[in-house]
């Protein structure tokens, strides 16, 4: 991808970023997925930009509930 | 603000500006006693999420041999250890820990309440004072002495919380988790301190709760195999196609007699996908 179509994933992952270091830095969570749903974003975002990764990461969120089973679940 | 620019937080701001004035003029609470009982509210909604969880940790008691194992044959590296337990946690239907669903719909609480806080036009002399040691909610947590007193009730909070929040056995990570919260105390510190109530309330919650379910967890040791047995097996071999990349944690079958016809079973497939 050239720099210039990695702008709006670049985007998305700064979101992520200003999320791990509020929010998410007060509130510890120990995800029950590995790799955990902000480095899940993160990867969903570099390898299918924005709107796919934004959608991937979504998806995995609302997975990732006490009703799921959790474990090994990396981007594909 | 670009945050602010997004129209649902303006609207967030609007339902909780609405809650605390009901708590305040309806119930007669206080403006900081309402933020207390906003949270408890929010703590209690998510309760049926936590039950899942304990149900959980319920379970896991019986695989910590198998998990010690795992963690004990990947020592060296963290990265593959926690891949394989993740590998274990859900061939086994089990995992001790949290998600984060239900921990992110508590976000959307904390960023209305920063804004109403910041935002709202209080009454001409509301009382926005809390056990006549913090002054006034809507103002910084460090410009008034008694901010510093809630600031370390957070810490102490934020680490109690930590501590039966963590599922993690590595020492190296528990520490991590517990030395955290004075790293976050700068960031807070310059939060309303209305925020800081709302922390720390929702870390006793955290703390009450972690206790009453350490009790239920150590009374009932033994979990109920028939259950497991009669809706794992299909899944199992779903869920077979990214967990069978490299060799399983072989899990020896658990010492209780009764799971032991499953357990045979899984492992003859085991072998057979190898």
Known sequence: MSAVLRVPSMLGIGLVWLYRM????????????????????????????????SVLAGWRLLRCNPWSRGGFDPVR | ???????????LEDVMRHVLNWFHYNVGLTWAWSIVAVTVVVRMLLVPLTIKQIHSMQNLQRFAPQ?????KKYKNDRQKQNEELMKFYRENNVNP???????????????SLYYT?????WPAGADLSWLNFIHDISAGTTAQWGGYILLVVYVASQMASSFFMM?????????????????????????????????????LWTVGQGLVTRRLVARTP?????????????????????????EPP?????PSASSQPRQVRRKKKRTSRR
């Open chain 2, 167 to 203: 599922t993690t056995v590595d020492k190296t990570q528990r520490i991590l988790f517990m030395v955290m919260p004075l790293f976050f105390v700068f960031i807070i510190a310059r939060f309303p301190a209305g925020l800081v109530l709302y922390w720390v309330t929702t870390n």
């Open chain 2, 250 to 254: 072989s899990p020896k079958p658990a």
């Open chain 1, 22 to 53: 509020t929010f998410g830095a007060v509130f510890p969570t120990t995800c029950k997925y590995h790799p955990s749903c902000s480095e899940y974003a993160v990867q969903a975002l570099r390898r299918h930009g924005l709107v796919r990764g």
């Open chain 2, 67 to 71: 998990m010690k194992e795992i963690q």
């Open chain 2, 222 to 246: 033994a979990p109920v195999p028939e259950r497991r047995s009669s809706r794992t097996p299909p899944k199992d071999e779903g869920s077979s196609g990214n967990g069978a990349v490299s």
């Open chain 2, 117 to 121: 806080l910041k935002h709202y036009n």
């Open chain 2, 97 to 111: 820990a949290a998600s984060c669903l239900p921990m992110l719909l508590q976000l959307p609480v904390f960023i």
């Open chain 2, 1 to 11: 603000m670009i945050v602010y620019a997004i129209p649902i937080i303006s609207q």
